[in-house]
């Protein structure tokens, strides 16, 4: 918040300020989805629509999961909702009991604790180690099971990490569930599109088929499809559990957006080379960046493995000294100070979970990332 206010003043100041905090796509929705959520509109599909979405959008997902994801689901185990955290917030109202556990692996997007907590739920936060790939482990996944587990909450690619569990990874975990037959898992897959080099995406469901029947698969057509403020994700899992999820959301929003609806349905027919392009502009723009990054004296950052974010350690400059006198004590101290000195904003992983490190996004432009990352050498150079 006082990072914000900050901002606020350079800007009123006139002064330059780089953004690396956004987590929204740079680039445009297909051409098609906008065409059709303009000729929604024309053509007067302004009503209310069934609580768990059209069920021509619900068969073309199905489509997508088969197709993309060899998941076998069916039209009536989707549920569409007004984003990807609707679903995750009407799963988490649906099946939580006052002190219920959600183990949630740390870094973590930040909306899980929060929600699990407007529930009345425990996160059970698990720091994953950057020497684990910020991965959960099969072993801290058994060591934190207990008989008030609820869910596993699981999120490849991840935010803030970039990281990008493997087919074995999310099977040897799905092997310590075995023994956990109570517990559900959510599986967040809205950075599906988003994975580099030899970084390869798998559903959790795929991995683990024996999962399914208390797996809640998400995604939506926030991140891959550019279409944040359209609102629209979808979930397919077990039928009991889309049930009472449904039943929240018909005393929540009713439905989601009809024109989002419609804009999402041409979305999934577009054509398989709309995100090509972007893609590989992201992986040169994530590697550059990382490069850039790692080459800073006390910074250390992985290329990236989807997602489109960075998670620099900032180890090495903790206890520097700023030339204002302030002392780099943490994480928070360093985006602070890049705020402050170099208009650079970015994310502390304590919002995360995890410290010290720092989230860049490089869902921006090419020239604005390389300004960044050169005030960022600058500013670190001025630390002693
Ligand atoms: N899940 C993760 C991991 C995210 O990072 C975000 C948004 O930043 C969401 C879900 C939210 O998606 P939606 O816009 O579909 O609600």
Redesign the pocket.
Known sequence: MASMAEVARLKEAGREVLSLNI??PDFAPPAAAIEAAIHALRDGDTKYGPAQGLATLRAAIRDKLARDNGLDYRPEDILVAS????I?FAAAGATLDPGDEVIVPAPY?V?YPDIVTFFEGKPVLVPCQASAGFKLTPDQLSAHLTARTRWLFL?SP??PSGAVYSAEELAALGAVLAEHPRVLVMS?E??EPFTYGAHRFVSTGTACPALVPRLLT?N????GYAM?GL???YGAGPRWLIDACTKLITQDTSCANSISQAAALAALSSPPDYLAGHLAEYESRGRRLAQAIDAIPGLSCAPPQGSFYLFPSVAGLLGKTAPDGTVITDDAAFVAYLIRHAGVVTIPGAAFGLSPYIRLSFATETSTLARAAEKIADAVRRLT
């Open positions: 987590g929204e984003g990807a955290k609707q995750i997007w909306s999120n991840g935010n967040d809205i950075y998400v939506g057509f926030s991140k944040t609102r629209l994700g």
